[in-house]
């Protein structure tokens, strides 16, 4: 294979509520999708996962673009290759960026599965020698509410509709109460929360707190770059840590696993570098006997069907942040939006590649942008 063009659509979506996170708020989500074309006329598409601002990881929308067009395209040139994984060696010499990696690995592992006349979920299942499943059950989760009844029937609402697991934004001290009340009003719920970076190890007497509440773990409870501290705070709680923002690579993974930083890795294969990346670290915390799940950062369709392949396989058995589309958009970018199916889960796409169509109203978009020549 070798890649002939490429082109990148910037989309905003307004969120249909406002998703506040210790690191941002945000009312719309701005993407990019990416479509990469070979010489022999396949098509694939990808979306840049990155935020407009450096909130979540420092890649923009903006720098993660960039990178695309003046490193990513530069270094397909006279690029051949017959398997994606070898696309992901290729970009391995660009450092960090794994967004923008990812978007454009995406892309070429779709029209890999197309040119197999298989689903990405079966391509992924194939290197695992594994089955894919054909639905999942999946979670939601829930921004920062303005009061806690506000939030009580947001979550009455998500468990009406089936999702199988809630996690709860925090952003501070001050929430853990709003987390004590809803596991009252909620005993059995599959509960977790988020802090996004939002504590500190003087913060251990409300993170006890925390610790009481049976929760099925906290996520990113303390800075985007310590392992160290994260190891001391999990050996005095209960409660399994799990890491989002520490994780770039499987050497972090490791890490994680030999300083006993967490039990459990939220993995997003944009923030890996896209699919190659995580299947290796899936299977590394599979081998590590690491909890590893699927979670999700307000994808499109583009990007919610590769989060539904690589989260198909059965390793993934916690619940992820894999939502149906209409909790996050009145207007996706794709022709069947993703909806729950009974019990809270959603079906894997099973046609060939990614399994989604963009609108025509994004085919239209898409079309108007100007290729930027590979090859
Ligand atoms: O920390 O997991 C996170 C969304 C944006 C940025 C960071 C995070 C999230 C989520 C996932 O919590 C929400 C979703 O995609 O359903
Ligand atoms: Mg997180």
Known sequence: MQIKKIRLLPVTLPLIGSF???????NTREVTLVQVVTTTGLSGLGELEAFAHPTYTAETQAT???IIQQEI????????????????????VIQGNQ???????????????QSQQKSLAAVLAQRLQVRPRRQIAVG??????????QLLQKIKLYLNQGYQRVKLKITGVAEIAMVEHVRQQFPKLNLMVDANSAFTLADLPALSRLDKLNLAMIEQPLATDDFVQHAQLQKQLTTSLCLDENIFSLADVATTVTLKSARVINLKLARVGGLTNALAIAQYCQKQRLEVWCGGMLETGIGRAANLALASLPLFTFPGDISASDRY?????IQKPFELAQGGRLNVPDQAGLGVNLTAKYLGKMAEQPWIWVN
């Open 99 to 113: 967004m923008a990696k990812a978007a454009v690995e995406t892309a070429v592992w779709d029209l890999y599965a």
């Open 73 to 92: 395209v530069p270094l397909l040139t006279d690029f051949q290759f017959a398997l994606p994984e070898e696309l992901s060696k290729h970009l391995a």
């Open 20 to 26: 506040k996170t210790s690191e941002d708020n945000l």
């Open 64 to 66: 993660a673009r960039q």
């Open 140 to 149: 939601v989760s829930i921004g920062q509410q303005p009061s806690v009844d």
């Open 329 to 333: 958009f009145s207007e996706d970018v």
